[in-house]
């Protein structure tokens, strides 16, 4: 129900008008492992892929550039028969129109980005909002059909489009209200106040103790690991119980936790170890001469990615006073950044494959939700594995950063466009109610394409 001018694209850049025609600007997408082009690619149907020429999983057919079912009374574009080991395999292929979708997004930083709850805009709308902190990573989650459909008109726009960025793997600059802006790309370090991330923490305040306190003893008489979350110190921690670390008189300005194990040293922030200070020495007490303390001890005081440190000694007075870094323990701060894993942003589109959008594959959709569920069908999106949530429905997730370039479409709805595959075997597809006389050998799909032309690509992974 679309105009579009003669000579022109629609407002989704996926059909035109050429010749009074209506032309998919983007040929159905065909995945052949034989061709080597550069980039891998993991056919659907042999996600365990050693390399080796594998009889009947070389050439699949994706969902990128097939079109969509809509209105959803119709079977599919493409529904491919081909036999693979020895069974004979039905691929439902289709371009799913997804209104409740969004992303779920990673960004390995200790940084901090923002309080959690707090919302996330791009080019000022709110698109989404900052989740619970994990391990080494700050989490968003952008989108959803609130944010596409529930506001105003350019709320729905300005958030399709930043999804649409996202699924496509390109940089999208997203401003989280009272913290930081930062640029996410999928697979590309994240950029957090125009500075770019570097790596990721080796572990928690504590953790880092626990991997390094033996190759401290005998070099440093304390160690205090800074932490946003944990900050550790080694005199106190059971790893140096252990090994029999002497006691040292240190005082953490704090939260003790268990033994060694600081909470809510310092504010979050930008600073040491996602902290707010810049100072270590801030987070210290007065030292106690009773429980250890004595003039000439030395301290080494490090974050969890090894990008801070600093060596010191008390002096007569108790006071720690800065000293040259030590070249053996220099190695130590050397061996925490060389144990950091690079920081990256990591981009998982999720959407439910619900509602009307099962008929253009069965005439019985609770069939294919069951037959999902079940596992006897398997869903993939532009060729790659999605994880299927638990419950009802056909909750899906997957990594951007496994598709083909482009692989992600929408519609002025707005909505995002998806590439989306099941694929399970004929007998099963024909138990579940599927459209079984309009299905096609693959060999008449490749030659004669679909309703919109017999234009086709071809992406291929290297042997």
């Known amino acids: 129900m679309c105009y579009i001018a003669e000579g022109r694209a629609g407002a989704c850049d996926r059909y035109a008008n050429e010749g009074g025609k209506i032309i998919r600007c983007d040929p ?7 061709v080597a082009k550069g980039d891998e690619i993991k056919p659907f149907l042999a996600a365990d892929w050693d390399g080796r020429t594998a009889s009947g999983a070389d050439v699949v057919v994706s969902a990128i550039g097939a079109g969509t079912t809509y209105p959803d009374y119709k079977p599919a574009p493409f529904i491919v028969s081909r036999e693979i080991e020895g069974v004979d395999c039905v691929t439902v292929v289709t371009e799913a129109i997804f209104s409740y979708c969004g992303v779920k997004v990673k960004i390995d930083t200790d940084r901090h980005l923002g ?86 923490r080796v572990g928690c305040g504590s953790a880092t103790i626990g991997m390094f306190a033996s190759q401290w003893k005998g070099l440093v008489d304390e160690v205090v690991v800074v932490d946003d979350h944990i900050t550790g110190v080694v005199s106190e921690h059971q790893a140096g119980k252990v090994i029999d670390w ?47 303390a004595r003039p000439g001890l030395s301290l080494l005081m490090v974050s969890t990615t090894g990008e801070h440190s600093a060596y010191f000694v008390l002096d007569d007075d108790l006071e720690p006073k800065a000293q040259p870094m030590p070249t053996e ?87 995002l466009v998806a590439p989306l595959e099941f694929t399970t075997s004929r007998a099963e597809y024909v138990a579940l109610g599927g459209h079984e006389t309009v299905i096609r050998a693959l060999d008449d799909v490749l030659e004669a394409g679909g309703e919109y032309g017999a234009d086709s690509r071809i992406l291929g992974g290297a042997e």
């Open 329 to 415: 323990l220099q190695q130590s701060v050397d061996l925490i950044a060389q144990n950091c894993e690079p920081a990256s942003c990591t981009v998982l589109f999720m959407g439910g494959a619900g509602g009307s959008l099962r008929s253009g594959v069965t005439r019985n959709p609770i069939h294919l939700t069951q037959s999902v569920q079940r596992e006897q069908t398997r869903v993939t999106v532009g060729g790659v594995p999605a994880y299927v949530w638990p419950g009802g429905g056909i909750t899906l997730m997957v990594d951007v950063a496994q598709l083909p370039d482009g692989a992600f479409g929408y519609v002025p709805t707005p909505a």
């Open 115 to 200: 309080r959690e709850t707090a919302q996330v805009r791009s080019d000022g709308e709110i698109i989404g909002h900052v989740m619970t902190s994990e391990y080494g990573s700050q989490m968003l989650s952008l989108g959803g059909v609130d944010h596409l459909t529930g506001g105003s008109k350019s709320e729905g726009r300005k958030t399709c489009d930043a999804l649409l960025r996202l699924c496509n793997k390109e940089a999208v600059e997203l401003a989280i209200d009272g913290g930081s802006t930062v640029i996410v790309q999928a697979g590309a370090p994240p950029i957090v106040d125009g500075t770019p991330e570097d790596r990721m």
């Open 246 to 292: 002497a006691d040292t008189g240190i005082r953490i300005l704090g939260h003790r936790s268990t033994p060694g194990r600081y909470f809510r040293v310092a504010a979050p922030g930008m600073g040491w170890g996602g902290t707010d200070i810049d100072d270590p020495l801030s987070i210290l007490g007065s030292w106690r001469e009773a429980k250890g």
């Open 28 to 34: 159905l997408t065909i995945l052949d492992r034989r």
